[in-house]
């Protein structure tokens, strides 16, 4: 019913005093609202997360510009890479080493692995270190009896008999000196070994020699007559000395190298010397027309 409605609504407005309110002025309408979310317990901050790392392969930035007058350092330079070879790179040598052999071209620069062969008293090892020290290059010497004797202690020593432990050593060595002589040769150093080889005798023998060192190998024979080498014999001393039957016996299986092909040096008549210098030239004709083995 209207008059019902009527009073409701007054009773309501009027709050029981029983009096009219006066009237109220119209409401201004107010635009539209998003409405706004609750507001829940807010979550304690968080702390900014540190920058992530930057990889390897991201640019670096530029350095800062370095101060007038600041001392400059140049950065150092990569490590080399290893050669599988054992190859080292060696600086080249700023004045010879020796003076310059004096007898015509000789063999130069070339980078040679000599084999002298002579029996004992022969004087290949005196010729061939002077031989060595007297290249325009870089040349090693090895001697295979100085390698022997790094065995000190329970060194078989081939004067008190050949068995199998002197036969071990030797072989030993001879394998040591091919090692250090194909070390030599991967960086450029000639080197020149010597040793008692015997032509009949496969153990001490030229096979050995060729597959530890390499084809390339040049074998020369030292080879005086017997009464010089019985008289350098006597000015031995040690196990190096040999009786006179061992020194004939050996220097009689040598000759068996004349007609073998290898170049042979009849060093009875000269010194040390011109003997390096004979050698010199033997081994230019020897890499001109390397000799069939």
């Given at each position: ?21 006066a ?33 390897a ?18 950065a ?9 070879t ?39 090892t ?40 002197s ?23 000639s ?5 008692a ?9 030229l ?33 190096r000395?040999?009786s ?18 290898l ?26 027309s390397?000799?069939?083995?």
């Amino acid at each position: 019913m209207p008059g019902h409605r009527g009073a409701t609504h007054q009773g309501a407005g009027s709050q029981g005093t029983g009096h009219p309110q006066a009237p109220q002025p119209p409401a201004v309408p107010q635009p539209p609202q998003a409405p706004q979310p609750s507001r829940g317990p807010q979550p304690p901050a968080v702390p900014p997360s540190p920058p992530a790392p930057q990889s390897a392969t991201a640019p670096r930035p530029p350095a800062a510009p370095r101060p007038p007058g600041a001392p400059h350092y140049p950065a150092a330079p990569p490590p080399p890479r290893a050669d599988p070879t054992g190859a080292v790179p060696l600086p080249p040598p700023v004045a010879p080493l020796a003076p310059p052999v004096e007898h015509g071209a000789g063999t130069g620069a070339a980078t040679l692995a000599v084999l002298l062969i002579g029996p004992a008293g022969a004087g290949k090892t005196t010729v061939a270190r002077h031989w060595a020290q007297r290249r325009r290059v870089p040349t090693a010497h090895i001697s295979l009896d100085d390698v022997r004797e790094w065995v000190c202690s329970g060194f078989a020593d081939p004067q008190s008999g050949w068995n199998e432990h002197s036969e071990a050593q030797y072989r030993l060595a001879r394998r040591t000196c091919g090692f250090a002589a194909r070390n030599f040769l991967a960086n450029g150093i000639s080197c020149i070994v010597d040793d008692a080889v015997f032509p009949d005798r496969p153990v001490v023998g030229l096979g050995g020699w060729k597959r530890h060192v390499g084809p390339g190998l040049l074998p020369v024979v030292l080879l005086p007559g017997l009464e010089v080498v019985l008289e350098r014999n006597a000015k031995r001393s040690g196990n190096r000395r040999l009786s006179d039957e061992e020194v004939a016996a050996i220097h009689g299986r040598m000759a068996g190298w004349y007609g073998s092909g290898l170049p042979i040096i009849d060093n009875s008549t000269y010194d040390v010397e011109t003997t390096a210098r004979v050698l010199d030239d033997v081994l230019a004709r020897a890499i001109a027309s390397p000799p069939s083995w």
